[in-house]
């Protein structure tokens, strides 16, 4: 058969290793998808060293890849929504089908590329978006396809996950981690997208549109960052049984979706609470199946060129048979009212338990103020540590609560935050059990 001619535009990590696996496995992959993959063109702003591109056309005009006639299927990896979208949407435009590993592109521009490509009669295909190399988006869009899934939680960021773990096991701060991730190479010069969980809302937009047949709606993606955990919060959170981690939560309901990226408290049993350092994991919960569990490197150049590759394979086999029914890109085909319909909630009405830390004066009455302010909200108290100090000195109080509405809340912590013998900012970090039986 004809090979499948591809080009890769963009020749960073993922680029790079893209293009090395797909020099180096060339005979294994061909096999697979029937007929060879081969790299027709490159386009990169410069060349990568760790790439032998000699033999391939290689130009800076990124736009000459997605016209080139003699391309079958254009690779996106430049990262990005502007540029990106426009250099998709001309590939799109001029026939060829698409991957891409651009979590924002598909997050934020995914409805208007996915109708473009319908209407063209292309593929876009985008599994080395969330998570890198784990197919969690090909097992939860047809591997769980009888499923109706009730919950999804993950961890989608291995930045975070690396700076908590370290936290956890060492006791450091948070600046003092940071710093020595991104002296690693894990965490970028200006790393707000990984630590305030953009990046991680990113992939839970997916992965939640993909889950219930909804639109992609990042901008109702609730984010909240790590900067403000402390190395007392992971000490007490240990103490209370449980493991901070930065866990992007999608729960459908009657009323609606959630769809939230905050620092969680799981408790320490769970599976979640054990993936450690840059590695990503994401548990499933379907009514049939039960619970799952997918885990594995959710970045770096070859783990993610493995998903970008399976892609390929995909795209080159529906080529080979000229096909004409595709998985639906959000997994649900037509109009489904019912699951359209359901509203993305707002924070205010998600309902979950508390982690809170205050610094308070200690003096007598103190903590009655604390619990008569919560029990007006209606927040009752499952545990209290308070340690022992001198009178008049600040004294951290740590309380975690049953579950309760965000807006309650919310209201709770003004009122404690207004009170003269309460010191800065509540800490407020949410708990989840995330058990198998909700």
Not at 44 to 51: K, S
Not at 64 to 82: C, F, K, Q, S, T
Not at 99 to 119: R, S
Not at 186 to 194: G, L, S, V
């Amino acid at each position: 058969m004809d090979p499948v001619r591809v080009g890769i535009c963009g020749l960073g990590t993922v680029g790079g290793g893209t293009f090395d696996v797909l020099t180096r496995n060339a005979d294994e992959i061909a096999r697979r998808a029937g007929r060879p993959i081969v790299i027709e063109q490159v386009g990169a702003r410069r060349d990568n060293p760790d790439c032998d591109t000699s033999g391939v056309k290689v130009t800076r005009d990124i736009f000459e890849v997605a016209r080139n006639p003699d391309i079958d299927v254009l690779v996106e990896l430049i990262g990005g929504y502007d540029v990106a979208r426009e250099l998709v949407m001309t590939a799109i435009e001029n026939g060829k089908h698409v991957v891409t590993a651009n979590k924002a592109l598909i997050a934020v521009h995914g409805n208007e590329i996915f109708h473009a490509a319908h209407k063209k009669g292309v593929i876009v295909a985008f599994e080395a978006a969330v998570a890198g190399g784990i197919p969690v988006i090909k097992s939860l869009r047809e591997g769980l396809g009888a499923n109706r899934i009730q919950w999804l939680a993950g961890i989608i960021n291995g930045t975070g996950n690396y700076i908590l773990t370290h936290m956890r096991d060492e006791g450091r701060a948070f600046e003092d981690v940071l710093a020595e991730a991104q002296a690693l190479g894990y965490a970028e010069a200006d790393p707000t997208f990984d630590v305030e969980g953009i990046d991680a809302a990113h992939k839970l937009t997916i992965l939640a549109s993909i889950a219930y047949g909804v639109p992609l709606q990042f901008d109702r993606a609730y984010t909240e960052g790590i900067a403000r955990i402390t190395a007392e919060d992971v000490e007490q959170a240990d103490n209370l049984g449980y493991t901070i981690k930065h866990l992007g939560i999608t729960r459908r309901g009657d009323n609606g979706v959630e769809l939230r990226v905050h620092p969680t408290l799981i408790p320490k049993e769970r599976l979640l609470a054990n993936v450690h350092g840059v590695k990503n994991a994401i548990a499933v919960m379907g009514d049939a199946v039960g619970p799952t569990l997918y885990y594995g490197a959710g970045a770096g150049a070859e783990p993610t060129a493995s998903a970008v590759v399976a892609d390929l394979l995909d795209v080159a086999r529906n080529i080979a048979t000229a096909h004409s029914y595709r998985v639906p890109y959000l997994a649900f085909s037509g109009v489904n009212d019912e699951a359209n319909a359901l509203p993305i909630l707002p924070m205010e009405e998600i309902v979950t338990a508390y982690y809170l830390r205050l610094l308070a004066v200690d003096r007598p009455g103190v903590l009655a103020r604390v619990a008569t302010i919560l029990a007006e909200q209606g927040i009752s108290i499952e545990a209290i540590i308070q340690k022992e100090a001198t009178e008049g000195e600040l004294v951290p109080i740590i309380l975690l609560t049953h579950r309760t509405r965000e807006k309650h809340m919310n209201e709770a912590i003004r009122q404690l935050e207004s009170l003269a013998d309460i010191a800065g900012p509540v800490t407020r970090i949410r708990v989840e059990s995330l058990d198998e039986q909700e």
